[in-house]
């Protein structure tokens, strides 16, 4: 991609002038929660050193306590030019910090962002000087089940799939120096069957200029050919385009280059803000040309049904937890699901780092994009729900990679949403929310069970034998989308009041095979002996999934092990644990009814001028 650059944190919005504030920090503890009442921020003598990104739970933080602590600090010096801030702004991002976080910048208090998995950012140009600069930040967390926290526990010891807390910084921190007229903000939608981008630009600028004097080019480019520049005149701060993206081949048809998990084709798109021949701001991107849409019960990918082999993807470190060690280590991720046969995964409970989407675009791997649970029903959960939720999915919109928004899973925190009437319109609301953001992607609302409006059904099974598993769901069709038939857990697949109309069915969860280890950590079902016994097992289910006749996708359960839990393919340091290749041939055999994908390649219609 032309504006790749390694260890950027977001891909998708390139500038030049950025610094990575990862490494080490001042840090210290908090018990007592004194340090603003002591007035820490102005500064503080540092118990540790902690290297950011990693929270202190962990080893490369170079601290491993894993004790609750509620109330952290941090500080650190940075240098500024102070030369630059006469036309620039100086802006400092968080791309995930867990949960309360507060920034001051030379004892003077910046802002304060709520939620975990979301980026957010401050703009600190009127607090800083030329030289050096002092940032403090304190971070809340606290064990509230209230609170978004994915799987992380909320006592003091592990238990069953819920691991070792995140408080604090947990992805990358960085500074950026903005034009002070500049792009703000950009939404990028393809229309597939317009052969057309459609852009949204929100632009910061005074009044003053929204004169018609203020522009926004758009270069697009693919493979180093271009392909069309469109100007739009800034009229306000919110402008819209729309990009023609379509070319002749030889024989005079129209021609889109398409992403798919075959052929992952990215567009390179080029933005400035210009004022008569002045450009004030550029930012480089990219694009996809895809389409994903449901019509009865296919999904579909680019107009052809797309059977989805996906994998459940916990995305935690042995050493890191859930903050990855490395841009190299999200890419091996991404490589070995490749290997061992996957087309997608389903990253669960976690808004995993930009750069990981960045490299599923690159590579032509579908994600299912999942918000982290809360596990208490109440207004307050509700509304920190929200916020969160929309921030992620407005933050993410335009990476192609993404084809499901997964707002809830298993009815965590909405234990009664089968009867309660008040938690099925939370999760009614947040689908509505969600399609009025991004009204192409398919919602689904609630990932396993006790559906109530949901663009795809999912199911998730863990029967251990395979003709089981297949009998349920062919022998008892008629049933098992709303009584009690279908799933161990006695679990109904739609909530009361709501009927299955017809919708894809998935079944997104199952397997989770894991070896006998004597008695320590656990999988799901009994444990097998020897990898003679793991391959059997898999290919059992796996097939028996694939054989019925009207399951449009699987979810497998899971790539690594995680703490406790040691059902993965691969061990937690990414060590296969059975043969990849002959895990990829059971998921890439044609089998029963099910369906190929077939490579889409360019996306031609006939020539109609």
């Given at each position: 991609m032309k504006y790749y650059v390694k260890d950027y944190p977001r891909p998708q919005f390139v500038r030049d002038n950025w610094e990575n504030l990862n490494g080490a920090w001042d840090f210290r503890f908090d018990d007592a929660d004194v340090g603003e009442k002591e007035r820490w921020y102005e500064g503080f003598g540092k118990e540790h050193e902690i290297q950011v990104p990693f929270t202190y739970e962990t080893k490369l933080s170079g601290i491993q306590d894993e004790r609750r602590h509620d109330h952290i600090w941090y500080g650190k010096k940075i240098q500024v030019d102070g030369s630059r801030l006469k036309k620039d702004t100086l802006v400092i991002h968080f791309e995930g910090s867990d949960f309360v976080t507060t920034l001051w910048v030379n004892g003077q208090k910046a802002g304060c962002h709520r939620g975990g998995y979301a980026r957010f950012s401050f703009d600190i140009t009127d607090l800083v000087h030329d030289g050096e600069n002092q940032l403090v930040v304190k971070v809340e967390d606290s064990f509230d089940m209230q609170q978004p926290r994915g799987k992380q526990r909320w006592c003091d010891e592990n238990y069953q799939c819920w691991y070792v807390q995140t408080t604090g910084i947990w992805k990358t921190v960085w500074t950026e120096y903005v034009p002070k007229v500049s792009l703000k903000a950009v939404k990028m939608t393809p229309v597939l069957e317009d052969f057309c981008l459609?852009?949204?630009?929100?632009?910061?600028?005074?009044?003053?200029?929204?004169?018609?004097?203020?522009?926004?080019?758009?270069?697009?480019?693919?493979?180093?050919?271009?392909?069309?520049?469109?100007?739009?005149?800034?009229?306000?701060?919110?402008?819209?385009?729309?990009?023609?993206?379509?070319?002749?081949?030889?024989?005079?048809?129209?021609?889109?280059?398409?992403?798919?998990?075959?052929?992952?084709?990215?567009?390179?798109?080029?933005?400035?803000?210009?004022?008569?021949?002045?450009?004030?701001?550029?930012?480089?991107?990219?694009?996809?040309?895809?389409?994903?849409?449901?019509?009865?019960?296919?999904?579909?990918?680019?107009?052809?049904?797309?059977?989805?082999?996906?994998?459940?993807?916990?995305?935690?470190?042995?050493?890191?937890?859930?903050?990855?060690?490395?841009?190299?280590?999200?890419?091996?991720?991404?490589?070995?699901?490749?290997?061992?046969?996957?087309?997608?995964?389903?990253?669960?409970?976690?808004?995993?780092?930009?750069?990981?989407?960045?490299?599923?675009?690159?590579?032509?791997?579908?994600?299912?994009?999942?918000?982290?649970?809360?596990?208490?029903?109440?207004?307050?959960?509700?509304?920190?729900?929200?916020?969160?939720?929309?921030?992620?999915?407005?933050?993410?919109?335009?990476?192609?990679?993404?084809?499901?928004?997964?707002?809830?899973?298993?009815?965590?925190?909405?234990?009664?949403?089968?009867?309660?009437q008040t938690q099925q319109h939370f999760t009614e609301g947040i689908y509505y929310l969600t399609k009025s953001i991004d009204p192409y992607r398919p919602v689904i609302?609630?990932?396993?069970?006790?559906?109530?409006?949901?663009?795809?059904?999912?199911?998730?099974?863990?029967?251990?034998?395979?003709?089981?598993?297949?009998?349920?769901?062919?022998?008892?069709?008629?049933?098992?989308?709303?009584?009690?038939?279908?799933?161990?857990?006695?679990?109904s697949a739609m909530a009361n009041g709501y009927d299955y109309i017809g919708q894809p069915v998935i079944i997104s969860e199952f397997g989770g095979i894991a070896f006998n280890n004597d008695d320590s950590g656990w999988g799901y079902g009994n444990k097998v002996n020897t990898e003679d016994d793991f391959i059997k097992r898999f290919d059992k289910i796996t097939t028996a999934v694939k054989e019925i006749p009207y399951v449009s996708g699987y979810c497998y359960t899971q790539v690594t092990d995680v703490q406790q839990e040691i059902n993965g393919l691969m061990d937690i340091d990414r060590n296969f644990k059975v043969d990849a290749k002959i895990i990829r041939e059971i998921n890439e055999r044609q089998v029963g009814y099910w369906r190929q994908i077939t490579p889409p390649g360019d996306h031609t219609e006939p020539d109609t001028q």
């Open positions: 459609e852009v949204e630009y929100k632009v910061d600028a005074p009044e003053s200029m929204w004169d018609g004097s203020l522009r926004v080019e758009a270069e697009v480019s693919i493979d180093g050919k271009f392909i069309n520049k469109v100007c739009t005149a800034v009229i306000s701060e919110h402008v819209n385009a729309r990009i023609d993206v379509s070319r002749k081949n030889s024989g005079f048809a129209w021609i889109v280059k398409m992403w798919s998990p075959e052929e992952p084709n990215l567009y390179d798109i080029t933005f400035r803000v210009v004022r008569d021949s002045e450009v004030l701001d550029t930012v480089g991107s990219y694009f996809a040309m895809r389409e994903i849409r449901i019509e009865q019960r296919n999904i579909l990918l680019n107009g052809r049904p797309l059977y989805q082999r996906l994998i459940l993807d916990q995305g935690y470190w042995k050493d890191s937890h859930l903050t990855p060690p490395s841009e190299e280590a999200l890419i091996e991720d991404i490589d070995k699901i490749h290997a061992l046969g996957y087309n997608g995964l389903r990253k669960h409970q976690k808004t995993e780092d930009e750069r990981f989407l960045y490299w599923c675009d690159v590579k032509g791997m579908l994600v299912w994009s999942e918000m982290a649970s809360a596990y208490d029903f109440s207004d307050y959960a509700v509304e920190e729900f929200t916020r969160e939720w929309l921030e992620i999915v407005k933050q993410n919109y335009n990476h192609p990679c993404i084809i499901t928004w997964t707002p809830f899973n298993e009815s965590w925190g909405i234990s009664h949403v089968e009867t309660k609302v609630n990932d396993g069970w006790e559906h109530t409006v949901s663009d795809i059904l999912t199911l998730h099974d863990y029967e251990e034998v395979g003709k089981l598993l297949k009998k349920r769901y062919v022998d008892y069709e008629d049933e098992i989308f709303n009584t009690e038939v279908y799933h161990s857990l006695f679990k």
